[in-house]
C-alpha cells in the first residue's frame, strides 16, 4: 500500500473502534500489512459452514450480516469490522452480505493475532460482538429447536372467567354454597376492589368440618390473608414454578390491588403438558417410600416435555430442585414418623447443585444435619438413624450417592452449630488448597427442613468474614480457574482422551461447573447471601464485583451450556440411558457447536478476570 494511502488508513481506523484505542505508530505498521478489495452490492463476503483466514474492515459501504437461520444480526457501514469469529478453519456461524458497493480493508490472520496480543483491547472488543451473537442465538433458541411455545402463554389469555369473589363478612355457610352454586374449588375474599384473601375448598376440609368450626363465622377466620399472586402479564412457565416450589394448586390474578381472576393447576393441566405441580402435591401425601419410588419415576417425563417447549434451562432446573426438595422433605417426615420426636433441634441442609435450585436429570444428593447441641451417644444415634433412612430412601428414588461423601451419613458432616463454626472458620480463615476445594460445596446450602437459625447462623458467618480474607477467595478462583473450558487452539473442542467418555465433550467440568465456581468467588467476596448462580451473577455485578457487560455475558453463557447439557440428558432419558455431562460432537448441531464456541469463550475470559482480582501472591 502506497504511503499516501497508508497515511489515509490509518487515520481512517484511528477514527474507529477498537483502532481507535492503538497508537499510531502502530496503526501505521498494520496499514502496510492491509489490502484493499472492493466488493460489488450483492457479493457474498462470508458463508455460514465456510472457514475464513480474513478479517475485514468496511472502509465505504455498508454490509448484512444474518445468521443460519436468515434472521438479520446486524448491518453495518464504515468503521465495520467482521470475520474473527471464522478464523483459523472455524466454520462462519453467519452469512456477510455486501447491501451497497463497498471498499474493504483487508487483514490476515497473523496481523489480527498479532494486533490483538499487543493491544488486548483489540481482541476484547470483537469478543464483546461475539457475545452479542451469543445472545442473539439464545434468544433465537425456542424457534431454532423447539417445538412450541405454550408456556410463553401470558396468564391474562390463560383466564377463562371473571373471579368469584365475596367479601369478609360472608358467612362460612354462604361462601360454600357460592363456591357450590358457581362450581369453582376457591373464592377471593375482597373488600371493595382490593383483595384480601383466599378460601378453597382444601381450607373448609381442614379448617371447618376438621376443625369443627361453626359455619356462622365469617369467612374471614379461615381465609389465608394477603396471599401470594400473580402479575396478568407473567408467563404460565412462571406461574408453574411459582406454585412448583410453594406446592400450592390456586394463584389469584392481579393487576395492581384488584383481581382479574383465578388460575388454578387443572388450569395449566389444559395445556397438555406433563404438570409438575401435582407431581410435588402427590410427593407431598405420599404414604411411604414405595409409593415416593413411583412418584419420582414421572420425573424424567417432566423434564423431557419441559426441554422440548420454551421452558429455560433455569426454570427446568428450579422445576426439577422443587420435585427433589419435596421428595426428600417427605422422607424426612416418614423417617420422624417412624422414630419419634427429634431429641434436638436441628437443621436438614441441601447442598451443591440442590441448594442453588440448579438440579438436573441424574444430579446426585448432597446433604448435612446442624444440630442445635452436641449430641449424647442417644440423641447421636437417633440422627443417625434420621440420616440412613433419608439418603436411602433418596438413593431408593433415584438420587445417587454423592462420590465424595458429602451426606448426612458420614458423621463428618452431621455435627453440632458450634463444631460447624469451627469447621468454616477453618476453611476461610486458614485455607489449604485442599481443604477448599473440597469444603467450596459447603458456601452453596440452603434450609430444606427444621430450625432456621441454625442455618442463618452459618450464613452470617460466611458473609461477615469471606470478603476479608485475601487467602480464602484467591484459593477459590484458583479452583475457578483450574476448570478450563473443553476449547483448543484456534477454538476447536478438546474432548476427553480416555475412560468411558472418551471422544466426547465434558459439558460440566469446563463450562457449567466453571460458571458456578466464578458466580460463587465474587459473590463471596462481596459478602452477597444469594446461592443460586444467576441470582449471584447479578447480585455481584450491582456490588461492582463484575461488569454489567460481562454478567450477562456468564448469564448467557450458563444458561446456553446447560440447555446444551439437558437436551443431551433428555435424549438419554428417552433411551433408557442413565444422564451425564458428556456429549459426543456428533450429536450436536452445527448452531450448538458454533455457540458453544463462544460460550466457552465467555468462561475462559471470565476465568482470567478473576484470577487477576484474586492474584496467587496471596497464596504465599
Known amino acids: 500500500m502506497a504511503d499516501v494511502d497508508i497515511t489515509e488508513v490509518t487515520d481512517f481506523l484511528a477514527e474507529h473502534a477498537p483502532f481507535a484505542a492503538v497508537p499510531r505508530e502502530d496503526l501505521v505498521r498494520l496499514g502496510r500489512r492491509l489490502t484493499m478489495r472492493y466488493a460489488r452490492r450483492g457479493t457474498h463476503l462470508m458463508s455460514v459452514g465456510r472457514s475464513n483466514d480474513e478479517v475485514f474492515v468496511v472502509r465505504s459501504g455498508a454490509v448484512q450480516i444474518t445468521d443460519e437461520n436468515g434472521s438479520l444480526v446486524a448491518r453495518g457501514g464504515e468503521g465495520t469490522g467482521f470475520g474473527t469469529t471464522a478464523l483459523g478453519g472455524t466454520p462462519s456461524r453467519f452469512d456477510v452480505l455486501a447491501i451497497e458497493d463497498s471498499l474493504l480493508l483487508v487483514m490476515s490472520t497473523a496481523s489480527f493475532q498479532s494486533l490483538a496480543e499487543e493491544h488486548p483491547a483489540v481482541g476484547d472488543f470483537f469478543s464483546e460482538q461475539r457475545e452479542a451473537r451469543l445472545r442473539h442465538a439464545l434468544q433465537s433458541l425456542p424457534q431454532h429447536d423447539r417445538r412450541s411455545a405454550v408456556l410463553q402463554t401470558r396468564l391474562r389469555d390463560l383466564i377463562r372467567r371473571a373471579p368469584i369473589t365475596t367479601t369478609g363478612e360472608t358467612t362460612i355457610r354462604d361462601a360454600a354454597a357460592l363456591m357450590a352454586r358457581e362450581q369453582v374449588s376457591s373464592l377471593l375474599v375482597v373488600d371493595g376492589e382490593r383483595l384480601r384473601g383466599i378460601v378453597t375448598d382444601r381450607d373448609l376440609r381442614t379448617r371447618v368440618l376438621a376443625a369443627g368450626l361453626e359455619t356462622t363465622h365469617p369467612v374471614s377466620a379461615i381465609m389465608t390473608g ?95 430442585t422443587a420435585v427433589g426438595d419435596a421428595i426428600e422433605r417427605r422422607l424426612i417426615a416418614l423417617a420422624e414418623q417412624r422414630l419419634g420426636t427429634p431429641p434436638l433441634p436441628y437443621a436438614w441442609i441441601v447442598l451443591g447443585s440442590q441448594a442453588r435450585l440448579e438440579q438436573g436429570p441424574g444430579s446426585d444428593q448432597d446433604n448435612a444435619l446442624v444440630l442445635a447441641d452436641d449430641p449424647t451417644p442417644e440423641q447421636a444415634a437417633w440422627f443417625e438413624s434420621l440420616a440412613s433412612f433419608v439418603v436411602d430412601g433418596l438413593v431408593a428414588c433415584g438420587y445417587p450417592p454423592c462420590p465424595g461423601g458429602i451426606m448426612a451419613t458420614n458423621p ?203 492474584p496467587l501472591g496471596h497464596l504465599t
Open 226 to 320: 394477603d396471599p401470594v399472586t400473580a402479575a396478568p402479564d407473567d408467563l404460565a412457565m412462571e406461574l408453574i414454578l411459582e406454585m412448583t416450589s410453594r406446592n400450592i394448586h390456586h394463584m389469584p390474578v392481579v393487576e395492581g390491588d384488584r383481581p382479574l381472576g383465578m388460575l388454578t393447576s387443572t388450569d395449566l393441566m389444559r395445556l397438555e403438558r406433563a404438570n409438575p405441580i401435582h407431581l410435588v402435591g402427590d410427593v407431598a401425601k405420599a404414604k411411604d417410600l414405595d409409593a415416593l419410588i413411583v412418584l419420582s419415576q414421572r420425573l424424567p417425563r417432566i423434564v423431557d416435555q419441559l426441554v422440548h417447549e420454551d421452558a429455560t434451562a433455569d426454570g427446568i432446573g428450579r422445576i426439577v
Open 412 to 614: 463428618q458432616w452431621r455435627q453440632s452449630l458450634r463444631a460447624w463454626r469451627r469447621m468454616f472458620t477453618g476453611w476461610v480463615d486458614q485455607p489449604t488448597p485442599d481443604a477448599v476445594l473440597r469444603s467450596a460445596i459447603f458456601f452453596d446450602l440452603r434450609l430444606l427442613h427444621g430450625e432456621p437459625g441454625l442455618v442463618d447462623a452459618l450464613h452470617q458467618q460466611v458473609t461477615e468474614t469471606a470478603p476479608h480474607s485475601g487467602r480464602f477467595l484467591a484459593h477459590l478462583a484458583r479452583n475457578a480457574a483450574s476448570n478450563e473450558p473443553p476449547l483448543g487452539f484456534f477454538r476447536g473442542f478438546v474432548l476427553e482422551r480416555k475412560g468411558e467418555h472418551k471422544d466426547t465433550l465434558d459439558l460440566k467440568r469446563g463450562g457449567v461447573h466453571a460458571i458456578v465456581e466464578i458466580a460463587r468467588v465474587q459473590a463471596l467476596s462481596r459478602g452477597l447471601p444469594q446461592v443460586n448462580t444467576l441470582a449471584r451473577i447479578s447480585a455481584a455485578a450491582g456490588a461492582g464485583a463484575l461488569s454489567s457487560e460481562t454478567a450477562a455475558d456468564l448469564h448467557d453463557a450458563f444458561e446456553f451450556i446447560r440447555y446444551v447439557r439437558l437436551t443431551h440428558q433428555a435424549r438419554q432419558l428417552r433411551e433408557g440411558r442413565e444422564p451425564d455431562n458428556f456429549v459426543a460432537p456428533g450429536e450436536l448441531s452445527s448452531f450448538e457447536k458454533r455457540h458453544l464456541r463462544d460460550a466457552f469463550q465467555i468462561v475462559r475470559s471470565a476465568q482470567q478476570t478473576v484470577v487477576q482480582s484474586y
